[in-house]
């Protein structure tokens, strides 16, 4: 093989691997130097990259969720509220668990696989101090029963008895102390940074929404609607951090779309039906922000 192209690929295969084709056609003389090439260059997982996967999540050999809407029916754990198909993972984020997204490292797209993930490298050891009494006058709008997930404060736990006026609550993930099995498939890897944005908004909004990159600033148009959601202002921020960290954007810009019709998009939750209910009146113009 040149050592000219050899060294081009080496400095930065992702982009050359897309102008010369795998094969005869690269100049190389002899099979076991195109396999051997091949070898060097494949596509493996990195931290950095936007991928998507598909996986089935099981807890001492019972399944508790699952990407795939065929698999997720067949073991009896499919949902009408669950979004179904691959998901996008940006490795590094902290969207999986440690020992998930450690798995996933140099990893071959389409690589197919089980791992078993140790409490530690999971959902974490269960600590006692995690399990705290607080007071039922705390629970204002809910009257707290076992096995309710609360909201205290900062932190989000499960309450496991209420005696009197005292309610004890487990702080502990519902999962820690648990060893997690994931069977998964990668799907692909996606190089393009419009896709890359695309896939951001629709993952993280959790919503459809038009978006585009202009000179390093992304422009997401929304639909008014989206004012009434009560959430919607702590999820745009949400996901303007995401788009500046992982994409290198320099600045969010939301256009608030006004067209006189009720919002199209689905939500993954809440469904996209709240937003429209919530909405009473139309207005005429259109509005520009930034985040």
């Not at 060097?40 to 990407?67: H, W």
Request: with cysteine.
């Amino acid at each position: 093989m040149p050592g000219k192209l050899l060294a081009q690929l080496k400095a930065s295969p992702g982009k050359e691997m897309r102008k010369y084709k795998l094969g005869p056609g690269i100049g190389c003389r002899r099979s076991d130097e195109v396999y051997r090439f091949r070898m060097e260059f494949k596509m493996t997982v990195k931290n950095g990259d936007f991928i998507r996967i598909d996986y089935l999540e099981s807890v001492e050999g019972q399944p508790i969720a699952a990407t795939n809407k065929d698999v997720a029916t067949e073991k009896g754990i499919f949902s009408e509220d669950a979004q179904y198909g691959p998901h996008l993972i940006v490795v590094g984020a902290g969207q999986l668990v440690k020992g998930f997204e450690e798995d996933l490292i140099g990893k071959e797209i389409g690589y197919s696989g089980t791992v078993e993930i140790p409490p530690e490298n999971a959902f974490g050891l269960r600590d006692a101090k995690k399990i705290e009494i607080v007071p039922v006058n705390r629970f204002k709008e809910q009257k707290p029963v076992p096995g309710m997930r609360v909201g205290v404060e900062d932190k989000v736990g499960t309450v496991t008895r209420v005696i009197g006026r005292k309610v004890n609550v487990d702080f502990n993930h519902p999962l820690a102390g648990r060893t997690i099995v994931y069977e998964y498939k990668i799907i692909e890897n996606i190089d393009d940074r419009q896709e890359k944005l695309k896939a951001l908004v629709k993952t993280f909004a959790r919503m459809e929404l038009d978006s585009e990159i202009k000179d390093d600033v992304a422009i997401i148009t929304v639909p008014w609607e989206l004012s009434y959601y009560k959430e919607w202002l702590m999820i745009r921020r949400g996901v303007a951090d995401m788009i500046i960290q992982h994409l290198g954007i320099k600045e969010v810009d939301y256009i608030e779309k006004h067209t006189g019709e009720k919002v199209k998009a689905e939500l993954i939750s809440p469904p996209g039906k709240e937003i429209a209910a919530e909405a009473e009146s139309d207005a005429p113009a259109s509005e520009q922000g930034s985040v």
